[in-house]
Structures are given as C-alpha cells and as structure tokens.
C-alpha cells in the first residue's frame, strides 16, 4: 500500500534536511511554515491542551492493560530483580522520549509524527515508512493486547457468574467489546479525548486502591507469599529477565502517543513537564501494585490478575468492569495516531478530503477507522495468550520505537556537535543492551505461545 510521498525522491529530502538546520533567521519563517503545514488535511480547528490535561491523557496512555500483567512477572523474576526493571525502564523511557522533543525542539517543530521526523532527519524515505510501520504495529498492537484482555477476562467471569448468553459466546463477547469500543473511536481530536481519559483513570486508580487494599487483607489473614517478605526479596529467577524486561517495557505504553501529545500541550518546556509528571506518578504505581499483587498471590498470579482475585465479591467486579470501561474509554488515544497515519495513505486520503474545502469528511473517516476496529477484534480473537503477547510487542516493536529510533534521531540531528560524543555513546549501549534483550523476549514469548502459555486461565 501507497503513502502520499513528502518528497518526490531523497534529493528533495535532503535539501528539505539542509533546510531545517538553524543556519540563519530565514529558517524561522521556514520552521514557521512547516509548523503550520497539514500532515494531514484538517477536519476541525486543533485545540491546545492544558498541561495537567496533557499529563492525564498522557498518564492514562501509560496505565493500560501492561500494568495488569505485574503481580505476575514480578512474581515470576522475583521482587528485587523487577523493582531495578521498573525503576531503569521507567527512567530510560523518559530519557530517550526527551531525545526526541529535544531534537524536535532543536528544529522548532510542534506538530510531527514518527515518520516526518524520521525523514527530515535521515533524508531517507525507506527510515520513514520504517519508523510508521512500527508506530502501527505498537499502536494497533496495544489495542489489540487490551481486547485480548477484555475477552480472556469476560469469558472466564461470565461463566462464573452463571451468565449463560455470553459463557462460551465469542461472538456475542466480541459484539460487546465492538459495542463499546466503536463509538468511542469516533472522537477525531486528541483535545476532546482529555476529559473522558481523566474519567477513564479515576476507574483505574478506583481499581487500584481496591486491589492494594484487597491484597493487603490477603497477606494479612493467609501471609505473604513463598514464605514472608524476607523469603521473597531472596527469590529470582534471572531465565525471566529477558520476558520481565519486555513486558515491563510494554506497561510503559505511550510512547506511540508521545508526539500527538506533545503536540496538544504546544511542546517544548511544557511537555519535558508532562513527561516527568507522568513517568514519575506511573513509576510509583507500577512498583507498589505489581509489588503487593506478588507479594499476596505468589504463584497463583495470572497475567489477566483479575482472574486471581474473588469473583464473588461485588466490590472487587464493580471496579474490574469499571477497569475494562476505563480501557475502552482509553483505546481512541491508543488508536489517535495510527488512524491518523492511516488516513494520510494515498487510497485513503484521496478518497477522504474534500477537493472544494480542503478539509476532512467525518464521515469518511469513520468509515475508514471502522474496518480497523474490526480488524483489531479479529486479529485478538485468535491470539492465544495474553501474557506471552504483551512480551512478543514489547520485546519487539516497542523497543524499536522506544530505544533505536530515539538513538538514531538524536544521532542525525547533532551528529555535527563535537560537545555531544559522551551521550552519543550513552544512546548507543542503551540501545545495544535494549535490542538483545528484546530480541530474547521475542524468542522466548514466541516459544511459550507455541507450546502453551498458561498464565492465562481459559
């Protein structure tokens, strides 16, 4: 499939390359230009958010189904071994999404994907669609982890419940996800998505708090798990490292949102400030769940940790529904960019823009962003473990998008700065020691998917 080109080949990349470089005043007028330029034909006049509604979109991009998965992987590579995880990828996924905005800053850019910057960096147009693909995959991808969930989990709870319409109904399961999920994707602003995220994450944190608090009850009345808080600071298993470190990796989900949202807040200072925000509050969450989730259930963890907890409590299933509501509200953000990417395509985007006005049909592009829903569903219909999954897009796409391409863009943009050499060799060992050990998760995820993965209970 086609993409309406930037460029008519790379020697105009290139001069458009020279062109962005801060020679002289001229190039303002040129930043200005592409600042104001469409990479997509406008639909509606773009709001600016502000910055703590720009955190909440952003925090509620982070906090999706990866942070689920938790209680089991730290259970399963042991409490010290996780935490260092946590704490490292944590920090390190705000490193490198701060080498992008300062790269994007240094060229004066505010609204830009992962493949115009790819190209305007490179000059290279095979980079670009590189970068786009990955942004798919992880975009649609994330969305496709969060429907797995939902699935996995109705099932199992409905049959609990005694709930014979959708006990064994897949279809009607899916018609269920699909009812929630469709119109909520018809919201074609990032702005107009900030408040129901803010809503979205008050479900989540409800949830939280309950199952801390549940947990805590737990290790109280049985004890705490492999014998007492000592025992299990002592016990790791360095052979999970690899998937602990992909899925880790992927609960730190918004880095295919971080443009878009860079671009909602105006950029620069004011969203180096969101990024801090968020990673800081998500870094805290994650150690003290994933921690006191292991800690109470041990090895009776499942990735899909609602199915560890007691089902016959109306409590705990109000706010695992309000949890799976919360992931329904959150996937339009999830899917912001990868629909937008995908309508930028030249099938789509001819057939999308009215010739006359210049702008986007709605219409229209909620006929295209409904085939993808379907698409995603379908795709997650067969995906036969939720735990091994979230490893193989972790180990794989995400850490492309999240340690090479940030590496690389830095690179090219301050390739000439002799004052740099330091952090050029600090970017190349995090992306070394990232690729190898993403590449181990793909493998192992890909060995447990096809001799059986029962983290999940079916």
């Known amino acids: 499939m086609s993409q309406e080109p930037l460029f008519q080949n790379d020697n105009e990349a290139n001069n458009e390359q020279d062109r962005l470089l801060p020679h002289n005043a001229e190039d303002n007028v040129n930043h200005q230009k592409l600042n104001h330029s469409q990479y997509s034909a406008k639909s509606s006049e773009k709001k600016e958010s502000p910055t703590p509604l720009g955190t909440a979109t952003f925090i509620k991009s982070l906090i999706g189904t990866g942070v689920l998965a938790l209680p089991y992987v730290i259970n399963a590579v042991g409490i010290v071994p996780a935490w260092i995880l946590l704490i490292g990828i944590g920090f390190l996924n705000l490193y490198v999404m701060q080498l992008v905005n300062e790269v994007a800053n240094d060229l004066g ?85 900030a408040i129901p995220n803010v809503i979205a994450l008050g479900f989540q944190l409800a949830f939280f708090i309950v199952f801390c608090v549940t947990s805590i009850q737990l290790m109280a009345t049985q004890g705490v798990s492999h014998g007492g808080f000592k025992e299990s600071l002592h016990r790791f298993d360095l052979s999970e490292l690899p998937v602990a470190f992909a899925t880790i990796l992927y609960a730190y989900e918004g880095v295919g949102l971080m443009l878009e949202v860079r671009t909602s807040v105006g950029g620069g200072n004011k969203f180096d400030m969101v990024l801090f925000l968020a990673f800081t509050a998500s870094m805290i969450l994650y150690s003290f769940f994933g921690s006191v989730g292991a800690l109470a259930y041990g090895d009776n963890a499942q990735s899909v940790i609602f199915l560890s907890m007691d089902s016959t409590n109306q409590l705990i299933l109000l706010v695992q529904f309000g949890y799976l509501l919360a992931i329904i509200i959150g996937a339009p953000s999830i899917l912001y960019s990868a629909s937008r990417l995908i309508e930028n395509y030249k099938i789509f985007n001819k057939w999308i823009v009215d010739k006359k006005t210049g702008k986007k049909s709605k219409i229209k592009r909620q006929l295209v962003r409904l085939p993808i829903v379907l698409v995603i569903c379908a795709i997650a219909a067969v995906i036969p473990s939720f735990g091994s999954f979230l490893s193989l897009l972790g180990g794989c796409n995400f850490v492309i998008l999240c340690f090479v391409l940030p590496v690389v863009f830095y690179y090219f943009r301050f390739r000439g700065d002799p004052t740099r050499k330091q952090k050029f060799i600090v970017n190349w060992i995090i992306m070394g020691v990232g690729i190898v050990l993403g590449a181990i998760a793909v493998v192992q995820s890909i060995a447990d998917m096809v001799e059986g993965d029962n983290s999940v209970a079916d």
């Open 109 to 193: 850019i505010v609204k830009v994907d992962f493949g115009r910057l790819a190209l305007v960096l490179t000059g290279k147009k095979w980079f670009r669609y590189f970068s786009e693909a990955n942004l798919l995959v992880v975009q649609l991808g994330s969305v496709i982890a969060a429907v797995v969930f939902i699935s996995k989990y109705l099932e199992v709870i409905s049959c609990a419940l005694g709930w014979s319409w959708l006990c064994s109904h897949y279809l009607i399961q899916y018609a269920v996800i699909l009812g929630f999920i469709l119109p909520a994707s018809g919201i074609t602003d990032l702005h107009y998505l």
